[in-house]
């Protein structure tokens, strides 16, 4: 039961990475993007001096706020995925620590079980020695 909770907990960190790095792939994607669609537009769109300024300048604060979307939707889902690991870290934790405390029981119950059977078999010993005492008289 523990070892099936850490290869969870080990699947849920790995899905994590995973995504952290498909976020930042997109990140660049989306940057690199901007700056192309930015750079063709400058190369293929013939216009005055102001004009293209002013283009880029919009294209630039499109491809930054485009950027602070994605980065807070990225943000929010590593949120998500943190939260459901410290879930999933705090279950397997609380289910081992039951598991020890199970055992600990056990064992006492076990060792007192070992107790008492010692004593019987120590009476029963002792009972068949006064029965061969008495049957040699």
Do not use: C
């Not at 899905?15 to 293929?44: H, S």
């Not at 491809?63 to 995925?81: G, P």
């Amino acid at each position: 039961m523990f070892i099936k909770a850490m290869m969870e907990e080990v699947k849920l960190r790995k899905e994590a990475e995973k995504k952290k790095a498909a976020a930042k792939n997109l990140t660049k994607g989306v940057t690199i993007g901007g700056a192309i669609g930015a750079l063709a537009g400058l190369l293929f769109a013939p216009k005055s001096g102001k004009e293209t300024r002013e283009d880029i300048a919009n294209k630039a604060n499109d491809t930054k706020d485009t950027v602070k979307i994605r980065a807070n939707e990225t943000k929010e889902n590593l949120k998500l995925k943190l939260d459901e690991t410290k879930e999933a870290v705090k279950a397997t934790t609380d289910g081992f620590k039951k598991t020890v405390k199970d055992t600990k029981k056990n064992v006492n119950e076990t060792k007192e079980a070992l107790g008492e059977t010692k004593d019987a078999i120590d009476k029963t010993q002792k009972d068949i020695e006064k029965i061969e005492e008495k049957n040699k008289k």
